[in-house]
T-cell receptor, first 115, second 109 residues
Framework: DAGVIQSPRHEVTEMGQEVTLRCKPISGHNSLFWYRQTMMRGLELLIY????????DSGMPEDRFSAKMPNASFSTLKIQPSEPRDSAVYFCASSLGTGIPYEQYFGPGTRLTVT | DQQVKQNSPSLSVQEGRISILNCDYTNSMFDYFLWYKKYPAEGPTFLISISSIKDKNEDGRFTVFLNKSAKHLSLHIVPSQPGDSAVYFCAALDDKIIFGKGTRLHILP
């Protein structure tokens, strides 16, 4: 298996532009997670899906952020409009479930820079 | 307020010696704890976990200890090897997973 695939790996955009991050989870996994990593706040859970349904989006910072999972093999995280403080590494992870044991497999991340 | 705290941003250990990474938590409802390891430009990878009903779990060179009364867990790596140089994240689970900010471990030759 190729593991969790994220694209793009790097994104540089100007403030105010729309940014879309993409994720393909591991085949057969039914839970998908979006995280943001910054120096100040570490690794934060933004939202997670179970069987394509959003379960908890309490970590989404504000309405500029939205996430979708139209099918079991694809998810997007969209920021519109983007701001410089959104600059971070965004990780997608997938797992076989949300219960115990609870091993998530992370993608390589997307490094977002908003200027 | 941080529910999972890794108070040491970095740690340097001589190759062959023991590395001890510490983690404190505030929520007594956490029922499962995990350690993840992260290399630069890669996503975190699962390392080892422990249930709240146990106080120790061992996997090769890695051992996690849990002290529930102190709300403290630690990861021991012995002997430390150069490939262990990475950022280590402690995480805790109740209805969702919460990560600490990480500790960067440097293994010195």
């Amino acid at each position: 298996d190729a593991g969790v695939i994220q694209s793009p790996r790097h994104e540089v955009t100007e403030m105010g532009q729309e940014v879309t991050l993409r994720c393909k989870p591991i085949s057969g996994h039914n839970s998908l997670f979006w995280y943001r990593q910054t120096m100040m706040r570490g690794l934060e859970l933004l939202i997670y899906f179970n069987n394509n349904v959003p379960i908890d989006d309490s970590g989404m910072p504000e309405d500029r952020f939205s996430a979708k999972m139209p099918n079991a093999s694809f998810s997007t995280l969209k920021i519109q409009p983007s701001e410089p403080r959104d600059s971070a590494v965004y990780f997608c992870a997938s797992s076989l479930g949300t219960g115990i044991p609870y091993e998530q497999y992370f993608g390589p991340g997307t490094r977002l820079t908003v200027t | 307020d941080q529910q999972v705290k890794q108070n040491s941003p970095s740690l340097s250990v001589q190759e062959g010696r023991i590395s001890i990474l510490n983690c404190d938590y505030t929520n007594s409802m956490f029922d499962y704890f995990l350690w993840y390891k992260k290399y630069p430009a890669e996503g975190p990878t699962f390392l080892i976990s422990i249930s709240s009903i146990k106080d120790k779990n061992e996997d090769g060179r890695f051992t996690v200890f849990l002290n529930k009364s102190a709300k403290h867990l630690s990861l021991h790596i012995v002997p430390s090897q150069p490939g262990d140089s990475a950022v280590y994240f402690c995480a805790a689970l109740d209805d969702k997973i919460i990560f600490g900010k990480g500790t960067r471990l440097h293994i010195l030759p």
